[in-house]
């Protein structure tokens, strides 16, 4: 089955920028479609954007476009999440989770990464 | 966008039945997914396509879905339950979670 696995967690300055890894096991990230979601201390999930196989491109959320960055190695099935001009509010947990398609869920998710943004 | 709407806690005790709703639109017409959270962990799907369980997850996990009301039911509630729980649809926007529900085994 699926695995995901995540890069450390990180800490960075207000204006920095972030780029989380999500290496995937047992498929080939071709064979998925990969997306991002991130958790504030003690709020919801927030979905960020991911690849979209219907129209052949990454999406994002309107709330995050021109600031992040999905980008994938497909010879090392490794999914990137780059955010840029970082502020306090960008700290969260960021998880790596993939969708079947034509399936529109979320299995199975990674083990997340603390982002933490402080001066 | 579309918004789903949860309500913030349920409290059960053990043994007995949890609802969890999730307002949203006509969201009868759409396929709603739950995930369970426990804390520090990884969000893990519990009811996908509406009612659908992924293998693994207790047959005391089960879901509905008509008109403006989608709910996540848990029988025979165990401590081991107690986690946040979100729903989720797929939207013209992109993918929408609920605000999550807080559910506390007495």
């Known amino acids: 089955q699926v695995q995901l696995v995540q890069s450390g967690a990180e800490v960075k300055k207000p204006g920095a920028s972030v780029k989380v890894s999500c290496k995937v096991s047992g498929y080939t990230l071709t064979e998925l479609s990969m997306h991002w979601v991130r958790q504030a201390p003690g709020k919801g999930l927030e979905w960020m954007g991911g690849?979209?196989?219907?129209?052949?491109?990454?999406i994002y959320a309107q709330k995050f476009q021109g600031r992040v960055t999905m980008t994938e190695d497909t010879s090392t099935d490794t999914a990137y999440m780059e955010l840029s001009s970082l502020r306090s509010e960008d700290t969260a947990v960021y998880y790596c989770?993939?969708?079947?398609?034509?399936?529109?869920?979320?299995?199975?998710w990674g083990q997340g990464t603390l982002v933490t943004v402080s001066s | 966008s579309y918004v789903l709407t949860q309500p913030p806690s349920v409290s059960v005790a053990p043994g007995k039945t949890a609802r969890i709703t999730c307002g949203g639109n006509n969201i009868g017409s759409k396929s709603v997914h739950w995930y369970q959270q426990k804390p520090g962990q990884a969000p893990v799907l519990v009811i996908y396509d509406d009612s659908d369980r992924p293998s693994g997850i207790p047959e005391r996990f089960s879901g509905s879905n008509s008109g403006n009301t989608a709910t996540l039911t848990i029988s025979r509630v165990e401590a081991g339950d107690e986690a946040d729980y979100y729903c989720?649809?797929?939207?013209?926007?992109?993918?929408?979670f609920g605000g999550g529900t807080k559910l506390t085994v007495l």
């Open positions: 690849f979209d196989p219907e129209d052949g491109e990454t």
């Open positions: 989770a993939t969708v079947a398609y034509p399936q529109n869920w979320f299995d199975p």
């Open positions: 989720q649809v797929w939207d013209s926007s992109g993918w929408v």
